[in-house]
């Protein structure tokens, strides 16, 4: 390029000279332009204003005229009169030279009418306001002569719109100036503050750059600068992969508390960390040693990382036995492939934890459960037994003492009762404590609701069963497991419905919903206790008298048996809902449509 022509083209000026320009500019420009339309604005108020009052003045010297045209009218003008030429007025007065009213009509002040016209010459037609006087209303003055003296009229004219405009005005002024000197004050005070972080950028790029290039464009110079710093990195020695693994062990083996084992892509170890040796009981490694020597004496943990290794992938998290001394450990791991840009596998990371106390405490706690809800079932068992054992124990207390009376008929009807009841304790007992013996076949869901509701039990309680004539859905269980869960449930209804002295209707529907089928029962009892909302499918937990407490239990574990879920909520309007849900992957056909098994 020859010199004359380099010279010849124009240099920018920077971006930090370019901000420090257009930024002021642009907020000036702002500044102008909202100054212009608030004075736009301004004029176009006062335009209306004026136009508004020639108005005034217009109507009230066509009253003057008028008057004077009719014979006697400017002596005492009738209200129809002074309407006459301005019907659409507030108030039109005829006024003297003192400002009172000599004849009047519409909304006027009572007296000095001629106020709000103080220091103009009243020779001519002429119209003020709104103002102070006059806040909501243009008011017009006209000369009237004639023999009684010199006389004025008065005409308003509503100005509501125009003296909020004015109102309005007033606010905006005051706005649109402050804030425009909050605009001049940010560009005076902050401006440097917005740009110092490019100036720090600039410095140090300086600080890096090579000489003689002040003066290129400031831009440009960091896109430069940038460039090589970029070519400079690309320039340094090549990194391999085993370079990049060890910076990775570097990295995590300060900060974690597992094992952690690096591999290469053919099984090698490159590292092992010191939470890791310790754990599998082998001393640090050598990089590059074989997988199968390090690992020698744990041939679990050997097997399962040899298989990752030959398969290139990530198995899921595993568990597996190593020894650690004289006892076994059990080990979580999971094996992460190090994968390059390209996808191709460039070594595997290892993390692995002891999980021998976490298992430990997880079975404890397993079986303190299992041992309190052993103990909650055997105290409920044991309640009902003692409580039936005593009730016959004292009939039988009775018969001893009068054996020849009438009513040993009676105390041995109670003692049947209790034997009863002793009886149905057991059984529910059982049938909670061996819900799993479940005999699974395929059965159609409608039969099922119609043999639960006829159930004798129920007697004198009428039970509904809406959807079951038209629905086909097939489920996969056991009929007499989930026919004993829904009789469970309107047993539960049917006595709350006898508490509530109501003989039904029990409600039970059948539907299908995009996810499954929902079977509900409803009844129109006293409602959930509210202390044993929490508790209401724990065995032995019952809020009516007599109840064992067992049914809910029963049912719910049928139903999870099932693939369900149950449960109980208020009704509407008073009472329960029980609602049990079979998802669709339980259901085999739901009326002619396929589901999944």
């Known amino acids: 390029m020859k010199p004359g022509r380099e010279s010849r083209q124009p240099r920018r000026l920077g971006l930090r000279r370019e901000v420090l320009i257009l930024l002021p500019a642009v907020l000036l420009l702002l500044v102008v332009l909202s100054t212009f339309t608030l004075f736009s604005y301004r004029n176009a108020v006062w335009l209306l204003t004026a136009e508004r009052q020639q108005e005034a003045a217009r109507l009230a010297r066509a009253v003057a005229d008028h008057l004077a045209a009719v014979p006697g009218g400017s002596l005492s003008p009738s209200p ?51 103002d102070e006087r006059s806040p909501e209303a243009v008011l017009g003055f006209a000369p009237l002569g004639g023999p009684a003296g010199r006389r004025y009229v008065r005409v308003d004219l509503p100005a509501g719109v125009l003296a909020g405009q004015r109102r309005a005005l007033s606010v905006l002024t005051v706005s649109v100036l402050a804030i425009n000197g909050a605009l001049m004050l940010l560009v005076l005070f902050f401006l440097r503050h917005l740009l110092a972080p490019w100036e720090t950028l600039l410095a140090r790029a300086r600080q890096v750059g090579a000489g003689g290039q002040a003066a290129e464009d400031e831009v440009e110079f960091l896109l430069a600068t940038f460039e090589r710093a970029l070519a400079a990195l690309a320039a340094g020695p090549a990194r391999t992969a085993e370079d990049d693994i060890a910076a990775l062990e570097r990295t995590l083996s300060a900060s974690l508390q597992s094992g952690l084992l690096l591999l290469d892509r053919e099984g090698r170890v490159l590292a092992l960390n010191a939470v890791g040796a310790a754990l599998l009981g082998v001393p640090s490694p050598e990089p590059g040693q074989p997988l199968a020597r390090v690992l020698a004496g744990q041939p679990e943990l050997l097997e399962v990382l040899s298989a990752a290794v030959a398969a290139e992938a990530s198995p899921q998290r595993l568990e597996c036995s190593v020894r ?3 006892e076994t450990l059990t080990v979580g791991l999971t094996v992460h492939p190090l994968r390059r840009d390209d996808g191709g596998v460039r070594g595997y990371l290892v993390l692995f934890a002891d999980l021998t106390e976490v298992l430990r405490r997880a079975e404890e706690s397993r079986l303190a459960e299992s041992l309190a809800q052993l103990g909650e079932m055997a105290g409920g068992v044991a309640h009902e037994l003692r409580n ?12 001893e003492r009068r054996p020849g009376e009438d009513s040993i008929a009676d ?15 057991l059984e529910d007992f059982l049938s909670f404590a061996r819900p799993g013996t479940a005999r699974v076949r395929e059965f159609p869901l409608a039969p099922l609701l119609l043999r639960a509701a006829a159930d004798p039990v129920l007697e004198g309680i009428e039970v509904r069963v809406h959807g079951a004539a038209d629905h086909g859905a097939v489920l996969r269980g056991d009929p007499q497991l989930l026919e004993r869960a829904l009789r469970n449930l309107l047993h539960n209804a049917a006595q709350a419905d006898r508490e509530a002295g109501r003989s039904g209707p029990l409600e039970m529907t059948i539907q299908t919903r995009s996810d499954g089928v929902e079977i509900a029962i409803e009844d129109r009892g006293p409602g959930l206790p509210p202390e044993l909302r929490d508790r209401l499918f724990h065995p032995f937990v019952t809020g009516r008298p007599g109840g064992v407490g067992l049914g809910l239990s029963l ?31 339980t259901i085999v056909t739901t009326g002619n449509e396929s589901a999944p098994a």
């Open 80 to 130: 129809q009169l002074l309407r006459q030429p301005a019907p659409a007025a507030l108030g039109v007065a005829l006024v003297d030279g003192g400002g009172n009213p000599l004849a009047a009509v519409g909304d006027l002040p009572a007296a000095d009418l001629l106020a709000p016209a103080a220091g103009r010459p009243l020779d001519r037609a002429f119209g003020v306001g709104p």
């Open 324 to 326: 650690a001394g004289r």
């Open 388 to 399: 039936s054992l005593a009730t016959l124990r004292g009939y039988l207390t009775l018969i």
């Open 411 to 425: 105390f041995l009807s109670e003692i049947r009762r209790e034997a009863d009841h002793l009886e149905r304790v």
């Open 555 to 585: 049912a719910q574990r049928v139903v999870v048996l099932h693939g369900g879920r149950i449960r109980l909520e208020d009704r509407e309007g008073g009472g329960t809902r029980a609602t049990l849900f079979f998802p669709r992957d």
